[in-house]
């Protein structure tokens, strides 16, 4: 068979986004290429990391949708954890070392959800120093696998819910079964450090499990085993459009001149929004400026 021949025979991937359910002990890159290999396409991105310890959400793009991935409003995250108190470690989960322990016994269920509250709001966080913070060019978490001690500075998050959801007492350690829903940036593995330390017994994380990401939740996910006894996507690209951005419907004509690239009438709406054609297909990104919009994002190119 002739290159063009074998050529001509391949799948085309359709385009559009698949939310799957990490499992633990893979990477997102490690599922990115699994992915690769089910839908056999090379154009696979993810949005949005999550540690090989933790279980849960994780939004991937194929095809022309890996171009929709950085434009997705993925500022807020929810996550069902368990933090271990009794013992802090250096990367703060129970992958780490551990740093130092105490007995945990006497911390009471009120004692836990005072030191919950005051971790609760717009708080100041120092991310953990394997986190993927950059220090000098380098990832903290590579300094601190060579050895190097890592000094990272505290951010601004907001974590708008952090509620213990159940109290589990063994010998030597207190599990927390906790609810987490926080900004962009904030980590879960510094929450259990700090709750750790405010009782003065240590903590880490010990599961994590994300549960949404922006608008993409576990009701929508599929696993990899899933995905290999039916290779298909979670949602198209014009349902993930509609999913993650205001939508705003044009005539023919307006949806023709945004397929070129052009100015058009603004929606007056804040932000980034989908202009979607007569025939319910998505043409473009917009985002208002000044008396128009413009394209940020042509999905449906003119041709």
Request: one cysteine or more.
């Amino acid at each position: 068979m002739s290159r063009q021949s074998r050529k001509s025979t391949q799948r085309t991937a359709p385009a559009g986004l698949l939310v799957m359910d990490k499992p633990a002990g893979m990477t997102s890159h490690d599922v990115v290429a699994r992915v690769r290999r089910i839908m056999g396409t090379r154009r696979v991105g993810h949005a949005g990391t999550l540690d090989p310890m933790a279980t849960g959400v994780l939004v991937l793009g194929l095809e022309r949708a890996t171009k929709l991935l950085g434009h997705l409003a993925l500022d807020t995250k929810a996550y069902l954890a368990t933090i271990r108190l009794g013992s802090a470690t250096d990367t703060d989960d129970a992958e780490g070392e551990p740093l130092w322990s105490a007995d945990p016994s006497g911390v009471s269920e009120g004692d836990v959800t005072g030191a919950m509250s005051g971790l609760t709001g717009e708080i100041e966080q120092v991310p953990s120093a394997v986190s993927a913070v950059k220090v000098n060019g380098k990832r903290a978490y590579e300094l601190a696998r060579r050895g190097e001690r890592v000094e990272l500075e505290p951010r601004p998050v907001t974590v708008s819910r952090f509620d213990l959801l159940g109290l589990h007492r063994a010998e030597e350690r207190v599990d927390l079964d906790v609810m987490v829903e926080c900004s962009s940036g904030t980590y879960v593995r510094a929450l259990a450090r700090d709750l750790g330390s405010s009782l003065g017994v240590g903590g880490h994380l010990a599961r994590l499990r994300r549960t949404r990401v922006g608008p993409f939740g576990v009701a929508s996910v599929r696993t990899l085993e899933e995905l290999e006894e039916s290779p298909g996507l979670s949602m198209d690209l014009d349902q993930a459009v509609a999913a993650a951005f205001p939508r705003v419907d044009v005539d023919a004509e307006t949806a023709r001149a945004v397929s070129h690239g052009q100015t058009v009438a603004g929606a007056g709406l804040a932000g980034t929004y989908g202009v979607f054609a007569p025939d319910g297909g998505v043409v473009a990104l917009m985002r208002q400026q000044g008396r128009g919009a413009r394209p940020v994002l042509v999905l449906r190119p003119a041709g």
